[in-house]
């Protein structure tokens, strides 16, 4: 039987981003690039050229939130949301888990934090 519980001992945090943390973004951006590339619509070229602002830029959206283990990003989510006719939607994207937290439910985590 597979459980959909999150272990408790895993010792992942799931923090917020803002301005003062693009250096963690940008550690665990870029090795979504380096390590599934085929899974963005960016490449990691395009993104190791980005300035310091523009990674500050990217990470004002409130929707961004990166894992972190024992105080190494392993994942990232983030989301931003449209209106149409009132209705409003969110859309996931800049989804990863590095290969050495997966299956343990860090992907699940970043998503409850998304939402």
Same mark, same amino acid.
């Given at each position: 039987?597979?459980?959909? =519980?999150?272990?408790?001992?895993?010792? *992942? /945090?799931?923090?917020?981003?803002?301005?003062?943390?693009? /250096? *963690?973004?940008?550690?665990?951006?870029?090795?979504?690039?380096?390590?599934?590339?085929?899974?963005?619509?960016?490449?990691?070229?395009? =993104?190791?050229?980005?300035?310091? /602002?523009?990674?500050?830029?990217?990470?004002?959206?409130?929707?961004?939130?990166?894992?972190?283990?024992?105080?190494?990003?392993?994942?990232?989510?983030?989301?931003?949301?449209?209106?149409?006719?009132?209705?409003?939607?969110?859309?996931? *994207?800049?989804?990863?888990?590095?290969? /050495?937290?997966?299956?343990?439910?860090?992907?699940?985590?970043?998503?409850?934090?998304?939402?």
């Amino acid at each position: 039987m597979v459980s959909n =519980e999150i272990p408790s001992n895993i010792g *992942v /945090e799931i923090i917020g981003l803002s301005p003062d943390k693009w /250096e *963690v973004y940008k550690e665990i951006r870029l090795r979504s690039l380096r390590e599934d590339p085929q899974a963005f619509g960016s490449n990691l070229a395009r =993104e190791e050229a980005f300035t310091q /602002e523009r990674w500050m830029e990217r990470v004002s959206n409130p929707f961004n939130v990166v894992a972190m283990d024992k105080g190494k990003p392993i994942g990232t989510m983030g989301a931003f949301v449209t209106e149409n006719a009132g209705i409003k939607t969110a859309h996931v *994207v800049g989804v990863f888990v590095a290969n /050495e937290a997966r299956g343990k439910g860090v992907g699940t985590m970043l998503l409850g934090a998304v939402l």
